[in-house]
């Protein structure tokens, strides 16, 4: 069960050894030249101490290294944790407590910040002046042995950590056994992608989102296909020139970029005929965004909603099945189901809480029994998204029960306010969020418009308020240059408050 085992060295094992693995910054890597990489690597974590069941972290750039070093600790039982790169000293002085890893490997990038932020003894890739204590990862890797051992790991074995997206708090870990990327191979890749190794794969998110790095560098593994990664920022001009020069097959995408991308100026100079799909996931898709997407590029768009306490994507539409506005229906292998506010099945088209039932769904949050004993219960999670379903049992997101706004005694979604909103033809980003006008709860919305939008507030807000109910639609608009986000693209809820 050993997931290196599985996704790399099997792949050298049944002949796809020539075969590219991984397209990245620096060329080309081989399932040949990946699998002997993984083995040096795995040699030097063992030799720094590091052994079944230590966690190890990566705070590394999208490239080789990042994706060798993973399969590395996995080949030799270790757990991951992955981080993103640009965060703050402090940032990373949380995950450094929080995580007490075994090793931590580091690059340019990264390096200054872990060190400001108390880390010591790291590992670190790439041409940096060295402290005492610290390791050269390319002289150690050089100097190792290429064939290594798999440690015997079982499916129940802790395997990986995958963070929550700390927009209404501090990150916490949800802990994955090795069963859980395997099943969401076969359940969500095969089972709704039809991935093959025909796909190349390209993703929008670093691959320190478990969405983007299963898509990019485990899924595709699986069946011989081809990830792409890049150390860069995502950009729409970024990704323009990736999909020119690469070709992929899927694009891992998320709503932000892809209003981007299709309000580019270059927009319509594109070729982007290689997809045969466009995954989106993070967030649920506007569906006037949807069809200004479809109108820019004619890509299809798989839209899924998935979660670190589920591992991946659990709710899913299908390539050729598709509904817009809705986040499909159940991956095979889970089932689904809304709760009204006693916790009995609502019926369909009222909207409730998600409950999501299935093989991926994490052990706990390492560190937090009591949010633990709410939120799993065996294979089924309690998600805390409010959804509806249709009669043809496709489902709908309303936004977050956390999130909701009492307005007029009323509990109003602020994304329903968003969707509106962005069905604008100036209107680019949008997030509404409560602010109390007399002791009154009201609605205001952050907008983000085109370069050379002329709208004004008063029209959008006529605009929305032709559109909702009289006590949804926002008293207050305010223009800003971008909406926050975390690290993996989400609306940062808690940081609207900051903006002027």
């Known amino acids: 069960m050993n997931l290196a085992t599985r996704f790399v060295d099997r792949n050298v094992d049944e002949g796809r050894g020539d075969r590219v693995a991984l397209i990245h910054d620096d060329g080309e890597t081989t399932y040949a030249e990946l699998a002997a990489l993984v083995n040096r690597i795995g040699h030097v974590l063992r030799d720094l ?28 039982g270790a757990v991951t944790a992955e981080v993103y790169t640009f965060l703050k000293p402090k940032d990373y002085a949380y995950y450094l407590g929080y995580v007490e890893p075994k090793a931590v490997l580091v690059d340019e990038v990264t390096v200054g910040a872990l060190r400001e932020a108390g880390g010591r003894d790291l590992v670190v890739i790439g041409d940096v002046e060295l402290r005492d204590g610290e390791r050269p990862f390319g002289t150690l890797v050089a100097a190792a042995p290429d064939r290594l051992d798999a440690e015997p790991t079982r499916e ?8 929550t997206t700390g927009s209404t708090g501090s990150p916490k870990a949800c802990v994955h056994p090795v069963r859980s990327p395997l099943a969401s191979f076969e359940n969500y890749a095969l089972g709704v ?19 983007a790095r299963d898509l990019t560098a485990l899924f595709p593994f699986g069946v011989g296909g ?4 890049f150390a860069a920022r995502s950009t729409p001009e970024v990704l323009f020139g990736l999909i020119a020069r690469h070709r992929p097959t899927v694009l891992v995408n998320v709503p932000t970029m892809m209003g981007a991308m299709a309000a580019h100026p270059l927009a319509s100079h594109q070729d982007l005929s290689c997809l045969r799909l466009c995954t989106s996931a993070g967030e649920a898709l506007p569906p006037e965004l949807h069809r200004r997407w479809d109108a820019a590029f004619g890509v299809e768009v798989v839209d899924g909603i998935g979660s670190s306490e589920a591992y991946h994507i659990y709710l899913s539409n299908s390539p050729g099945a598709a509904e817009h506005g809705t986040l ?30 299935g093989p991926t769904v994490a052990r706990g949050y390492h560190g937090d029994p009591v949010k633990s004993a709410a939120t ?7 998600t805390g998204d409010l959804f509806s379903r249709d009669a043809d049992g496709f489902f709908r997101h309303h936004g977050r029960a956390d999130a909701l706004l009492k307005i007029g005694g009323i509990f109003v979604a602020p994304g329903e306010i968003e969707h509106v909103l962005t069905a604008h033809p100036e209107v680019v980003d949008c997030a509404v969020a409560g602010y109390t006008d007399g002791g009154l709860t009201r609605a205001r919305a952050f907008v983000v418009v085109r370069d050379d939008a002329t709208v004004g507030a008063d029209e ?41």
Not at 57 to 71: M, N, P, T
Not at 156 to 163: G, L, R, S, T, V
Not at 340 to 352: L, R
Request: proline fraction near 6%; avoid cysteine.
């Open 49 to 76: 101490g590091v052994g079944k069941g230590d966690r190890v972290l990566l705070a590394l750039s999208d490239g080789i290294e990042f994706v060798a070093s993973w399969y590395a600790a996995q080949k030799i």
């Open 156 to 163: 129940d074995d802790e395997a990986i950590w995958k963070f």
């Open 193 to 211: 992608l039809g991935m093959s190794e025909k796909d190349r794969v390209l993703s929008v998110p670093k691959l320190f989102f478990g969405y």
């Open 226 to 229: 081809t990830g792409i990664a």
């Open 328 to 357: 499909g229906r159940p991956v095979p292998g889970y089932s689904a189901r809304i709760l009204d506010e006693d916790g009995y099945p609502a019926p369909d088209g009222e909207i409730g809480t998600l409950e999501i039932t």
């Open 376 to 382: 799993f219960h065996g294979e089924t999670v309690r």
């Open 460 to 500: 959008l807000i006529a605009f929305a308020k032709a559109r909702l109910a009289g006590h949804k639609y926002p008293r207050e608009i305010r223009f800003v240059d971008a909406l926050p986000r975390t690290a993996n693209g989400k609306l940062d809820r808690r940081a609207l408050e900051d903006l002027p």
